[in-house]
């Protein structure tokens, strides 16, 4: 690690393969870097924003649902804390940095493996300022991939609508890609075939239901995500976002496929070791018990008891 100086400061794991650049005022990702081998480092610009929406009313959203009016957007991150902590956990490394937006403690955790995904970041907030209550609508994470030939990269995002191999560059209007926990694998991919490299950034959430966008803006890919992350928390409570995963690798997509599977098992996720055989001709029936409460008093309720779903069973 390198300490904060004038215009920025990188973190690295301890074998120097993959290191973060921050910015010194924002505490912010600037640029991720690799070293291949001792005679092959690169650098990829990698500039993240993020923006905590706050406070607001809640109105009727058409032709459904809740929107929010009044919010505060916040986005000016600062760096509050020169000294980061640097946490060993087995054989993983943690690095906080602290930072700070207008009444809100932002730490950023970043978690080095041995395994790819090789980086983990997670966002921990809570409110300051002597404050008892904050309340967050949503946290939005806005990532430019932006290197110098950036035509010359493409991107893959399996499991989404959009087809292989697509110029970084190509992407004029914002398109919406898939997401890990919910509707397919969240994985996106920047590559240099010709070169056999690639950027992961993989959104990761086992909790929030996010909104992830890619379009090319301004000589870079940028890859959205609205993290979905809310909550009304008073002091001494903290609310964690976790996580996108990063990595870059020396391999192709189609040299990394077939190995994907194991990213999974790095993030502890995997599938049961003994599958009851009455599983494969099962039929799973998802229904409500009890009753919802929403706004201006409306309910939802088609089986207020357990008794009455195990009489319509039958049905």
């Not at 919406?176 to 950034?201: I, K, M, N, W, Y």
């Not at 990213?263 to 055989?277: C, E, K, Q, Y």
Request: charged share 20%; net charge negative.
């Amino acid at each position: 690690m390198n300490a904060p100086g004038t215009s920025e400061f990188s973190i690295w794991n301890s074998t120097g393969r993959l290191g973060v650049e921050l910015d010194s005022q924002s505490g912010l990702p600037l640029a991720l870097s690799t070293r291949f081998s001792p005679d092959r480092e690169q650098r990829f610009p990698f500039q993240l924003a993020a923006t905590l929406i706050t406070e607001g009313d809640e109105i009727e959203d058409n032709p459904f649902g809740l929107a929010y009016a009044n919010t505060v957007d916040l986005s000016d991150f600062r760096l509050s804390s020169r000294a980061l902590l640097h946490d060993f956990e087995g054989f993983d490394e943690v690095h906080t940095v602290s930072t700070e937006v207008d009444g809100w403690a932002v730490d950023w955790d970043y978690r080095f493996r041995q395994s790819a995904p090789r980086l983990e970041v997670q966002v921990i907030l809570s409110p300051t300022n002597g404050r008892n209550l904050g309340t967050l609508r949503n946290l939005h994470f806005q990532i430019d991939f932006a290197p110098n030939d950036l035509p010359n990269w493409t991107i893959e995002a399996p499991g989404s609508q959009m087809r292989p191999g697509i110029p970084a560059d190509s992407v004029a209007e914002r398109f919406a890609v898939s997401e890990a926990c919910f509707s397919g694998s969240g994985v996106v991919l920047f590559q240099q075939p010709d070169r056999r490299t690639s950027v992961l950034v993989w959104p990761f959430s086992r909790t929030e239901h996010a909104y992830n966008y890619i379009q090319s803006v301004d000589g870079a890919a940028r890859f959205s995500i609205e993290s979905g992350l809310a909550g009304r928390i008073g002091q001494g409570e903290r609310l964690r976002y976790g996580s996108f995963e990063i990595d870059v690798f020396d391999e192709t997509w189609e040299e990394l496929r077939p190995v994907a599977h194991s990213w999974f098992t790095s993030l502890g996720i995997s599938r049961p070791v003994d599958t009851a055989p009455w599983i494969p001709g099962s039929t799973i029936f998802e229904v409500q018990i009890g009753t919802s409460m929403f706004w201006k008093g409306f309910e939802y309720s088609p089986y207020p008891t357990m008794r009455d779903l195990l009489n319509d069973v039958e049905r």
